[in-house]
Structure formats: structure tokens, C-alpha cells
């Protein structure tokens, strides 16, 4: 095989060409070389081309349980989408984390160097990857709520957010055997129509019991049930597009419900021995 490409290529004969580089030009420094790169590092791992495309906005917003726009940096939720303020942030600890690698690197090659000097910048380049490595944990953690080991047990569902609810009350690991709470729905978190979403309770009891009594489940009442209503979950296709803060994203993963909202559609009730609800 290497004799057949030979013979092809045997003709062929490189260009004696004498090109000559114009005096102006001259070999960049180091230090330019190095600056370039990192600039480039940064505009790229900052999503610069993602937010040039799309046009993506500065910061977003949210509504609060008192009904009110919060600024909100991160994208919560959404791996494949940012803000250009969270895209920043980012790219400011990946360029601080890759800064304190390249500085051990420098130390470990320069052996002439006083020892406190040494001592110094070595504490510093370990603080700088140090810093960059939990931040960046934490910015994961905004993006992705959930243990990633416990979310791919989910497969067609994902547990959508809730104003006003405390996700440290939902037990994820069970999430993916969880059926919704409203009586006589079959929609389970592992195993429901496509593009369905789970919604928990919310943190307030009033609320809460009023759920419970329009989805007819009064076992869900009461002090002694706290803990079932905490873990329990709805699925949306007990709510309408209205109950949405954003009703053309309801089907979208980590989509977020009205601070009031409640649900209404696809409700059965018990029968009289079973339902104990009053008006």
C-alpha cells in the first residue's frame, strides 16, 4: 500500500520558491503570544460566539412569591443556554484557574528564586486554581439543582421548580418512582407522556392544603401529613398554560409555575365514601 501512494505522489515535486518577509515584520514576544491566547481563551470558554448567534441578554429575571421581577445572572436549569453576565463569570474563573496553573508551571521551571518569593507565589497560584475550581462547582450546582447520578434515573420527566419551595424537602433519589399526587392520574416521573413535567408542593401549608383539596387527596391534610405533601409531586398536566410564568416554555425543562398558581384540569374526584372534602 505505502509503494502505491508513493508512485502517486512521485511526480509531485515541492516549489523551490524564495519568498522574502518584509522587514516590518517581526517575530512577536512571548508575552504577546501568551496575552492573545488568554484573550482568545476567554472570549471562547465566555460563550461570545453562543451570545453572538442567539443574542442572548445581559441578566434575566424572575417573579418572587410576592409576585415581583428579581434579577436573575444564571440561566437555572439549562446547560446548553446562559446569560452573558453567568457566561463572564465563568470564563473570569476558568481564565483564574488556568492563571495559577501556568504560574506553578513557571515556578517549578525557574530554579533561581528566593524562598519566600517561592513560598509566595506558590500560595498564590494554589489559591487561585483552588478559588476557580469550588466557584465554578458552585456555578454547576445553579445550573444543575440535582445530583447528575439521581437525575438520569428521570428519563422522559423532569421535576420542574416551583416558587417558594425548598428543594432541599424533595428526596431526588426516590424521584424517579414517584407518581403524581392528584387522585387517579397514572403519570409516573419514569414513566409518562413525553415532554411532562412534575411540579412539588409549595413550601406554604395554606397553599398547600388547598392543592390537596382541589387534586382530592384529603389524606394529604393536616400537621401529621406534612412529610407526604413535602415529597409529593403534580404533574403539568393538571395545569393550564395561564399557571406559567412562561407559557410558550412550559414543556421545557426546569420551567417555572405562577407564584399562585394551582392546578385545575384533569381532576377526578372520589367517590363520597372516599372524598372528605368540604367547600
Not at 166 to 179: E, G, K, L, P, Y
Not at 188 to 215: G, L, M, S, V
Request: proline share 6%.
Amino acid at each position: 500500500m505505502s509503494d502505491i501512494i508513493f508512485n502517486l505522489y512521485k511526480f509531485l515535486e515541492c516549489p523551490n520558491l524564495k519568498l522574502r518577509c518584509p522587514s516590518w515584520v517581526k517575530t512577536p514576544s512571548p508575552m504577546f503570544v501568551f496575552t492573545v491566547i488568554m484573550i482568545f481563551y476567554f472570549g471562547i470558554t465566555s460563550g461570545v460566539i453562543y451570545d453572538i448567534v442567539l443574542e442572548t441578554p445581559s441578566i434575566g429575571s424572575r417573579v418572587d412569591a410576592q409576585g415581583h421581577s428579581r434579577p436573575v445572572a444564571f440561566l437555572p436549569n439549562r446547560i446548553n443556554g446562559q446569560y452573558i453576565m453567568e457566561g463572564l463569570a465563568a470564563s473570569c474563573m476558568f481564565a483564574l484557574g488556568s492563571g495559577g496553573f501556568i504560574m506553578l508551571d513557571q515556578l517549578h521551571s525557574r530554579q533561581i528564586m528566593p524562598r519566600f518569593t517561592r513560598m509566595l507565589l506558590t500560595g498564590v497560584a494554589l489559591l487561585s486554581a483552588l478559588v476557580a475550581f469550588f466557584v465554578c462547582r458552585i456555578f454547576v450546582k445553579i445550573k444543575i439543582p440535582y445530583e447528575t447520578a439521581a437525575a438520569t434515573d428521570i428519563n422522559k420527566a423532569v421535576i420542574g421548580s416551583n416558587e417558594g419551595i425548598n428543594r432541599d424537602n424533595f428526596n431526588i433519589m426516590t424521584a424517579s418512582r414517584r407518581q403524581c399526587a392528584a387522585y387517579g392520574c397514572q403519570n409516573y416521573t419514569n414513566k409518562c407522556p413525553a415532554q411532562t413535567r412534575f411540579h412539588r408542593f409549595p413550601e406554604n401549608r395554606e397553599r398547600c392544603e388547598d392543592w390537596a383539596r382541589r387534586i382530592f387527596r384529603s389524606d394529604l391534610l393536616g400537621k401529621k401529613n406534612e412529610a407526604r405533601w413535602k415529597n409529593a409531586v403534580v404533574c403539568s398536566h393538571h395545569f393550564p398554560d395561564s399557571m406559567y410564568v412562561c407559557p410558550d416554555q412550559r414543556h421545557e425543562p426546569g420551567v417555572r409555575l405562577m407564584p399562585t398558581a394551582y392546578p385545575t384540569l384533569q381532576l377526578y374526584a372520589r367517590t363520597k365514601k372516599q372524598q372528605n372534602l368540604t367547600a
